[in-house]
């Protein structure tokens, strides 16, 4: 009975361990990508979309065969909405799921936040985020796959200046790294083209009432309102309010309001206002060959500032392709990519990360943004 037993634990253990191995074996096949978006907190529901533009991005690699005939992993890890969750989830990407190279946020403040660790890590990471000093600190591991906001802030006021014709402008501006960047941009090339700051105001994400602030700029004879705003939901009720008040000047946002979640939820009050945006949706061949997927994917138009994740998991996948999978020659890789042509526009990096270099004024008609003007300031 005791040399029975013994066998059959034996005999257990040798196919316990050969399960192992096979697993083992499986995952040794598969390239861990990791992508940190916001799945939980007050960023949820744009972190939606971003999670449908990637995993559009993940179908079409691994239909294809994948990457050098390995399937990509995609470890998806919750950033909680927060500087501290984005943190926590770079961590666990990297040190528990073992990915490879990182598509990581949108978020400005929580880019910095994770911009440190990124660099000792080493590891290639993919952002959406838009501040101007996130690719100029020194950190050779981050590469922007959406214009800054240097290029934004320009597109706003040569649109102003030039198109508008207005001279007074006012700002009102979130106070984290995105709106108070951008902000300061833009009374930098307000003041850069002869026109006139007549003040600046500011929120906090998630305030309820602009009444105050939006009153404050018509007081001070503003003709033209630049809104830079991170969240959608944010920029939805300001387009309310100002309505409220009877559009007492022009408007003129920052990406999030052109943004799908912020036109559904201002509604009729979007109509008419102006903002800027990363590309004109249909413009070229590779962006209608997307709308197209997505929409027989999802049966719903895709959203224009969640494509960025879906550029960014097919440059990473092209990189690897070319390299293998060697971080820093996949950052090489990723510096040496020119004339890419993705769903948001064309691809050619600057040595210092920064993959597109325009921006389009657009003005939102039924729900959609049209386009205006488009402003290229080129590699910088």
Do not use: C
């Not at 995952?27 to 971003?50: C, H, L, W």
């Not at 996130?134 to 040569?158: C, E, H, Y």
């Not at 559009?247 to 979007?270: C, F, M, T, V, W």
């Not at 206002?273 to 997505?294: H, I, Q, S, W």
């Amino acid at each position: 009975m005791n040399m029975e037993r013994n066998f059959l634990v034996a005999l257990l253990s040798i196919m316990v361990l050969a399960v192992v191995g096979s697993a083992s074996l499986a995952d040794a096949q598969d390239i861990r990508i990791g992508f940190t978006p916001p799945v939980t907190g007050a960023s949820a529901a744009e972190g939606s979309f971003q999670i449908k533009a990637i995993k559009l991005a993940l179908k079409e690699i691994n239909a294809a065969g994948g990457v050098n005939g390995k399937k990509i992993d995609l470890r998806m890890v919750d950033n909680q909405s927060t500087n501290p969750g984005a943190l926590a989830a770079l961590q666990k990407a990297v040190e528990q799921e073992k990915a490879l190279v990182l598509v990581g946020s949108v978020k400005s403040t929580q880019i910095l936040a994770m911009s440190d660790t990124i660099k000792n890590y080493g590891i290639p990471t993919i952002v959406g985020g838009t501040n101007v000093t996130l690719t100029r600190q020194g950190n050779p591991w981050l590469f922007r796959v959406r214009p800054d906001d240097s290029i934004a802030a320009l597109a706003m006021i040569k649109y102003i200046k030039e198109d508008a014709k207005l001279t007074k402008v006012g700002i009102l501006h979130d106070t984290d790294a995105f709106g108070a960047g951008g902000a300061d941009l833009v009374e930098k090339y307000t003041k850069e083209n002869g026109l006139t700051l007549v003040k600046r105001e500011k929120f906090t994400t998630k305030d309820k009432d602009y009444t105050a602030q939006l009153l404050s700029l018509k007081n001070a004879g503003a003709q033209v309102m630049v809104v830079y705003a991170p969240n959608p939901e944010d920029a939805a009720v300001i387009m309310r309010q100002y309505r409220q008040l009877g559009s007492p000047y022009k408007y003129l946002g920052s990406p999030s309001s052109q943004h799908k979640d912020a036109i559904n939820l201002a509604r009729e009050a979007s109509e008419g206002l102006l903002a800027v945006a990363d590309f004109v949706p249909g413009a070229t061949e590779a962006n209608r060959k997307y709308a197209e997927d997505y929409k027989k994917e999802y049966n719903e138009e895709y959203d224009g500032l969640s494509i960025w994740t879906y550029d960014g998991l097919k440059i990473l996948a092209n990189a690897i392709k070319k390299v293998g999978e060697d971080r820093a020659k996949i950052r090489d890789a990723i510096l040496a990519t020119q004339g890419y042509k993705g769903g948001l526009g064309t691809f050619s990096f600057s040595p210092n990360g920064d993959g597109l270099h325009e921006v389009s004024v657009v003005q939102i008609e039924k729900g959609n943004p049209k386009l205006l003007k488009i402003v290229n300031v080129g590699s910088k």
